[in-house]
């Protein structure tokens, strides 16, 4: 039966276990040695290993001056003092609200880019991608390419070997080495870092993180490799569930392919006017393939759609004089369209994609709207729970309460803190002179908050149970103000 | 039924496990090595585990393992890791007078902190998690202080406690004036009328003018002519209308009769000067500090 005429898939590649055979307890690893390839893809592929890379082991060593209070580093997680530093953005603790917004928009991300082209993350974006993508470049730059790495992993251990093995591992080595070092450089002053690292002054978690970072990149992308993605890896299961047949996906033509046959045969058989594939059966797209499928089997779990398959096909194809696109960016949708003989569909504009991306746009604008117009102070209250309020012995009625005042400007500031909607009351603050005064004046350190015990205490005769009040805290030198609302409790029964 | 194992599915072509739910069936894919040593690797792990750490109870003992490893010194490494941490901190409270402290407000913050949380650990069972009292314990969130609340006063008497054993304890009885036999039973309640009045409330029964007479004669020594109290003897503000006890006819005549001696106990034995020192001015800084 012709595939090509029934339109109906290839028959899958043979599987593990079989009959009258009993099925192994695990099942041994397929060694792979992925051939080098030239093509649009993998010059797309070394293209973003090069930027993504680059960001990750410089981006420490990027300056950005915000004055005198504050370090110099363009991206510094200070975890010491609970800061985390973006350019010019700089975020506390409590604002963690914009790492929840980006990692949202992180998800959505990869949610759009899973509806237009399947798992681009998978194939150009991923670590796991990357790194392995760059421990096979080493691989081949040592022990030669596909065959000849196949040739010496069944011959002797000789000398050269052996020293090309050491060489290969040193420097898988030396990059897990840097991927550790770069990482730990995020979290302090890197220059300073690097200093006190080779001068052994640096503190004992930094080694213990590059340490770990470098046993993890080396065991994963040296020898894990694919494993990750076949068993480790979430997203596979996850994404499967999220795409949909308009996806454009790294797919084998297998109208134009099936059924396979030498060039000579094919020849032959279109001299003849029969039908006749285009596939010559090279394998050349398993050959490059860094998880070892055969695209032909249609989509799979193992494939992370890196394109590398349609490199090494079109080369095949432009070699043999036939159309390139045999393997190439597609839908099953259109594959079935031209067996129909109709014209293929491309639908871009879909309901998920239009919805992906203005939940993208609506959030990262919203984030930037919030992050443009947020005040350089902030002010809570903490009511005193245990007693809600205090009889005095002049019979006036005090209430207790724990405030912060924050300053996130990177100079000390002079703030006002002011009560309001409540005539007759004072308000003091615990470590300063009593006045009568319903308002105080302070100065909070730069970016810094400063945590105060407040008593406002209204006069003899005020038995409300319970009313709003405000406090406002305002900037004396700006002029910016915060405010939080409250309640004052006394002894009278609640309406 | 034996499985068959060596079944093969007919749309996958993967082996089955020859198991059979109404014609459903679990394709068997094995686990990659890698995933299986893994799992043998944690196994061993649980015995190296069994060695190195306490493990198996034994009949009135344990398995103690030959890294010696215990939660209770764990515990105590955490203890002394946290006092190294406040270390600066904790020099400086023990260094500086109790007033300056205050004023200095990155050193009030890190005294309210401690203090709150001796406080926790000490005060509150009696006088409660956020120091407002109860019946027989007094609120110190109020500016009424039996014993004074001034911050020298206050370490005073959470260094020496009240009414306990300690060579410095504040002393200062409320005589049982009846059981005594100082008053007769039938003045009490004239007596308890007065007290009412000092502090705005009505008498519920008795005289309170001959009352007046008799605070003036057994009372005002200790709680002042004007009731005002004296808190170098211990003895309350009666017109604050704050009761300690209760401020109901009956309570106060109860208090007369049989007298009080509320106790505290003197805290220098069990804390140290430094966080006495910050408990002091949490307690201070409550509100009702003077």
Known sequence: ?495 | MTPDHNKLDAVTGVATTGHDWDGIQELNTPLPRWWLWSFYACIVWAFGYWIAYPAWPLATSYTKGVLGYQTRTAIEQDMAALQVLRGDNVAKIAAKPLAEIEKDPALLTVARAIGKASFGNNCAPCHGQGAQGAKNYPNLNDDQWIWGGSLDAIKQTITHGIRNEDAESRVGPMPAFVKDGILKKDDVPHLAAFVRTLAGNKPERGDAAKGKALFAENCAACHGEAGKGNPEMGAPNLTANIWLYGGDQATIEDTITNGRGGVMPAWNGRLDEPTIKALTVYVHSLGGGQ
């Open chain 1, 1 to 495: 039966m012709s595939t090509a005429e029934s339109g109906a898939r290839p028959p899958l590649s043979p599987v593990v276990g079989g009959l009258d055979e009993d099925i192994p307890l695990y099942e041994a690893r397929k060694e792979i040695y992925p051939a080098a390839v030239q093509g649009r893809f993998r010059t797309i592929k070394w293209a973003i290993l090069l930027v993504t890379l680059g960001i990750y082991y410089f981006l420490p060593f990027v300056r950005w001056d915000r004055g005198p209070n504050a370090p110099d580093q363009a991206v510094l997680i200070d975890l010491a003092n609970g800061r985390f530093y973006f350019f010019p953005i700089e975020i506390w603790p409590q604002e963690l609200y914009y790492i929840t917004g980006l990692m949202v928009i992180a998800a959505l991300g990869l949610f759009l880019m899973n509806a237009v082209a399947g798992r681009m993350w998978c194939g150009y974006l991923c670590p796991q991608t990357v790194w392995t993508d760059l421990f096979y470049a080493v691989e081949r730059l040592i022990e030669g390419d596909r065959r000849e790495q196949m040739k010496k992993a069944q011959g002797p251990w000789d000398l050269e070997r052996i020293a090309q093995k050491i060489l290969k591992h040193s420097l898988w080595l030396l990059i897990a080495w840097w991927t550790g070092g770069a990482w730990v450089l995020y979290f302090a002053d890197a220059p300073t870092l690097v200093l006190d690292l080779v001068t052994f002054q640096a503190p004992v978690v930094a080694y213990v993180w590059i340490g770990i970072l470098t046993f993890t990149t080396y065991v994963l992308a040296g020898f894990m490799r694919e494993q990750v993605c076949l068993y480790m890896c979430p997203w596979p299961r996850i994404q499967a569930a999220l795409t949909d047949e308009y996806a454009l996906n790294v797919t084998y033509r297998y109208d134009r392919g099936e059924q396979r046959m030498s060039v000579k045969k094919a020849e032959a058989a279109r001299a003849r006017g029969e039908p006749a594939g285009d596939c010559v059966d090279c394998h050349q797209c398993v050959n490059v393939c860094p998880t070892g499928v055969d695209i032909r089997d249609g989509l799979q779990l193992g494939c992370i759609q890196c394109g590398l398959c349609i490199d090494a096909c079109d080369n095949v194809m432009a070699k043999i004089g036939r159309p390139t696109g045999l393997i190439g960016y597609d839908t099953d949708v259109n594959v079935q369209r031209r067996i129909a003989r109709e014209e293929p569909t491309y639908k871009l504009v879909r309901a998920r994609t239009v919805l992906y991306s203005v939940l993208i746009v609506g959030i990262g604008a919203l984030m930037t709207f919030t992050l443009a117009t947020r005040t350089s102070l902030g002010l809570s209250a903490l009511h005193d729970r245990n007693p809600v309020f205090v009889t005095l012995a002049d019979g006036s009625i005090r209430n207790g309460f724990t405030m912060r005042l924050t300053n996130k400007s990177l100079e000390a500031r002079p703030f006002r803190l002011e009560l309001i909607g409540l005539a007759g009351a004072h308000l003091d603050v615990v470590g300063m002179p009593s006045t009568a005064e319903q308002s105080a004046l302070l100065e909070v350190l730069p970016d810094q908050t400063r945590e105060l015990r407040v008593l406002v205490t209204a006069p003899k005769g005020d038995a409300a149970a319970s009313r709003t009040i405000r406090f406002r805290l305002t900037d004396v030198v700006t002029g910016a103000t915060a405010y939080t609302d409250d309640f004052f409790k006394g002894p009278g029964s609640a309406p």
